[in-house]
């Protein structure tokens, strides 16, 4: 089984920052994919950055520019650089990983594996 635990999210002014983490955990021999994703009260969980299979990087249009995803494979680890927030970036902010997974000395295919989130609030 995999973890994933989001942390980082808090509550900052609209032009301020915040860095998210998230850590994953478990029989991971690698991570092929990261995505973040956010959802906000009453609206649809939507796909704010991603890093895809070959490494190549996609930013929702909203965010572009502003915010900057990258991982670190030695840690298992994943970020999310905010910048300039905004008071519409408000959400509940969930990290998503797709990995091999290990068992004694084979590499088997794993899966997805979602974070429980973390609050992100924009206000004054």
């Known amino acids: 089984q995999v973890r994933v635990v989001e942390s980082g999210g808090g509550l900052v002014q609209p032009g301020g920052s915040l860095r998210l983490s998230c850590a994953a955990s478990?029989?991971?021999?690698?991570?092929?994919?990261v995505a973040w994703y956010r959802q906000a009260p009453g609206k649809q969980r939507e796909l704010v950055a991603a890093?895809?299979?070959?490494?190549?990087?996609n930013y929702a249009d909203s965010v572009k520019g502003r915010f900057i995803i990258s991982r670190d494979a030695a840690k298992n680890a994943v970020y999310l650089q905010m910048n300039s927030l905004k008071p519409e970036d408000t959400a509940v902010y969930y990290c998503?990983?797709?990995?091999?997974?290990?068992?004694?000395?084979?590499?088997?295919?794993?899966?997805?594996?979602w974070g429980q989130g973390t609050q992100v609030t924009v206000s004054s």
């Open positions: 890093i895809t299979t070959g490494d190549t990087i």
């Open positions: 998503n990983v797709e990995v091999d997974l290990y068992s004694g000395y084979e590499v088997m295919e794993g899966g997805e594996y």
């Open positions: 478990g029989r991971i021999f690698e991570i092929n994919a």
